[in-house]
């Protein structure tokens, strides 16, 4: 298993639409198991395949407490939605920005699992909205688009100035300063 690099917005391969997985074979149970592994090491809840750079349909979850109940969702499909939930959000593609976004309290969802058996889950809660959430990272979208132009470019700016910051202190110590 590896630690995968996280892609932070706005890096422009975030907003790349993920190919769909034609069959689950070890490549993609190596990747779910390198995602597993990435997203527990963030901490995180959910990690799609695009934010490592990986442009296929699969994404993680584990809403457990103890990380008990990783879920692989492999070309997930949302059938159904119901109801309205508003929920604070984060990203690992966004470190360090927490905001509050409506999304569907209850779906039902079609998947491969890592056995490339189909699936179909009915949830609700905090497992639908991050489902949905890894789900927007697949189609190419991040949970900053909910929100207003100005937040969105008062959040791009100043990532892209600890992104720059955080590029420049090696250079420094190489440089022994």
């Known amino acids: 298993m590896a630690l995968l690099k996280i892609l ?13 997985v034609a069959e689950v074979d070890d490549e993609i149970r190596t990747l779910i ?11 995180g809840i959910g990690l799609a395949a695009t934010q490592v750079d990986v442009h296929r349909r699969v994404l993680v979850t584990d809403v457990s407490e103890d990380k008990s109940q990783p879920l692989a969702l492999v070309n997930p499909e949302i ?3 119901d109801g309205v939930e508003v929920m604070e959000e984060g990203c690992l593609s966004v470190p360090g920005y927490y905001e509050k976004v409506a999304r569907a309290d209850s779906i039902v969802v ?6 490339g058996n189909e699936q179909t889950l009915e949830t609700d809660g905090l497992l639908a909205v991050c489902i949905q959430h890894e789900i927007d990272h697949l189609d190419g979208k ?6 207003s132009q100005l937040k969105r470019q008062r959040i791009r700016k ?20």
Do not use: I, W
């Open 33 to 43: 198991d390198n995602l597993l592994e990435t997203m527990y090491a963030a901490p």
């Open 79 to 81: 059938l159904s939605k």
């Open 8 to 20: 932070e917005f706005p890096d422009p391969r975030l907003r790349t639409k993920a190919t769909p």
């Open 158 to 177: 100043r990532l892209l100035k600890d992104q720059k910051q955080r590029q420049s202190e090696p250079e420094a110590q190489a440089a022994g300063h």
């Open 110 to 115: 079609r998947f491969l699992d890592r056995d």
């Open 142 to 147: 991040l949970f900053v688009d909910y929100l």
